[in-house]
């Protein structure tokens, strides 16, 4: 099995990990977004993984306390871990998504997509859980077929939107975010 981390996005709460309780707290989310998927080198493994990056994964958003584990269909869904939000991620990588791919022929059957949380663990006075969120976003390319190995290339484009908490009766005191 060949993993490798396509892209790591980095939300930075900069009013410390309080703001980002009080973000989450307030009924904040982020959500990720595949806009699209690129072969780069016309191999199928390449090719498998753009339709699940782009049909099967599609999507997703972090609450406080849960995640919507993606908005695609199709594939085989491997893990779909709703209940993973902020406050239950922790400084090592737990998967949110994971679509294993049903496409093509048989040597594909056990490529996958995922996206992955992790906090940096920084605590603050009411209970944080940090103040940065990093999500991962991966891939594998697995075989069972001897001597089987397509070259994997492809560049998926995406963004991540922050949905603001309602202000009309609540304060701003999460302050800036920032995502690089």
Do not use: C
Not at 46 to 55: H, K, Q, R
């Amino acid at each position: 099995m060949t993993f490798a981390n396509i892209f790591s996005r980095h939300v930075r709460f900069w009013g410390g990990p309080d703001a980002a309780r009080y973000f989450f707290n307030a009924g904040g989310q982020i959500k990720w977004v595949i806009i699209s998927a690129t072969n780069n080198n016309s191999t199928l493994t390449s090719a498998d993984l753009v339709t699940n990056w782009e049909t099967n994964q599609a999507s997703g958003n972090i609450r406080g306390p849960s995640s919507t584990a993606r908005t695609g269909t199709g594939g085989t869904v491997a893990t779909a871990n709703t209940s993973l939000g902020y406050w239950a991620a922790g400084t090592a990588a737990s998967t949110i998504s994971q679509i294993t791919s049903a496409n093509y022929r048989y040597e594909y059957n056990q490529d996958f997509t995922n996206v992955r949380i992790r906090t940096d663990g920084e605590a603050g006075s009411n209970g944080s859980n940090g103040a940065n969120l990093f999500i991962d976003f991966g891939t594998s390319k697995t075989s069972t077929y001897a001597g089987f190995n397509d070259a994997v290339n492809v560049t998926v484009n995406h963004r991540i939107d922050i949905v603001i908490p309602e202000t009309t009766f609540l304060a701003n005191t999460w302050g800036i975010i920032g995502v690089s």
